[in-house]
């Protein structure tokens, strides 16, 4: 990782963030310490490089797709593979996904560069364009509100102003033939204590026409299984479920666990 006008790159952690590196660097001091972050202000104005290599394997490269996949990328960011750009973000909200499997090499290192712009900068930018003022209580450069980014990074009472950028979630590639579950939306309605029903709303991305059977389970055991015929492109496939004496929802570490899981077969 360095900055886009720097020579030296540093070591980065992956899921992490600019500052954090730079602070395990030692290029930085702590950010949590009195008025550092005033210091650290010349952060947030900066275009940050992320470079890394792999391979490979002759089995990967004959699947049928190929996806490289970043559950979360803070924010504006291009993603380049082997000198092609494959990805173009700006929401750090959000997974983003893209097959690559046509830029891919065997047999050498393949380069995965992804180039983050100053969230400010852009910010600026598109605020130059807006012919309103936009409030924004934590932001003094009022660029918050334009950017889909945690708010607290641009400073609130309780945190300093740490405007990062980063792969702050997890990278991978994602190999599959045929057809893969895309999205799944459960919609319950409870009659009374005793009994919840579910419709389970599952979105799988064919590359064919294919006959299978979708299996959703509840608990670890199998709730329902059912024969579908999976049509070549986007679709989405409609389960419906009964469950007898549901565990009802609680907050995250609140309640017993409960764990659903769907598998197109």
């Not at 963030?17 to 210091?39: C, M, Q, R, S, T």
């Not at 380069?111 to 969230?119: C, D, Q, R, V």
Request: proline share 5%; with cysteine; glycine share 6%.
């Amino acid at each position: 990782m360095k900055a886009e006008d720097d020579t030296a790159w540093i070591g980065a952690t992956v899921p992490g963030n600019v500052h954090f590196d730079l602070l395990h660097a030692k290029k930085i001091p702590d950010p949590f310490y009195g008025i550092n972050e005033k210091l650290l202000e010349w952060i947030e104005f900066k275009n940050w490089l992320y470079i890394s290599e792999f391979e490979v394997n002759d089995n990967i490269l004959k699947s049928e797709n190929i996806d490289l996949v970043f559950e979360g990328l803070d924010t504006y960011a291009t993603v380049f593979l082997n000198g092609y750009q494959v990805l173009k973000t700006d929401n750090m909200f959000r997974a983003w996904e893209t097959n690559v499997k046509p830029f891919l090499k065997v047999g050498t290192k393949n380069t995965l560069l992804i180039k983050f712009e100053s969230p400010v900068m852009k910010g600026l930018e598109i605020l130059s364009k807006l012919p309103y003022a936009v409030p924004s209580m934590n932001d003094k450069k009022k660029t918050c509100p334009l950017t889909r980014k945690a708010p607290y990074h641009y400073g609130w009472d309780w945190g300093p102003r740490l405007v990062t950028s980063g792969i702050w979630r997890p990278v991978y590639l994602h190999v599959w033939n045929t057809a893969k579950i895309d999205n799944v939306q459960i919609i319950s309605k409870l009659e009374g204590k005793d009994k919840a029903h579910l419709t389970c709303n599952i979105e799988i991305d064919a590359t064919q026409d294919i006959a299978g059977e979708i299996d959703v389970q509840y608990k670890g055991s199998l709730g329902v299984r059912k024969k579908v015929m999976v049509k070549k492109g986007i679709g989405i496939y409609t389960i419906d479920l009964v469950i007898d004496k549901p565990m009802l929802w609680y907050p995250t570490g609140y309640g017993n666990s409960r764990f659903m899981s769907f598998m197109f077969l």
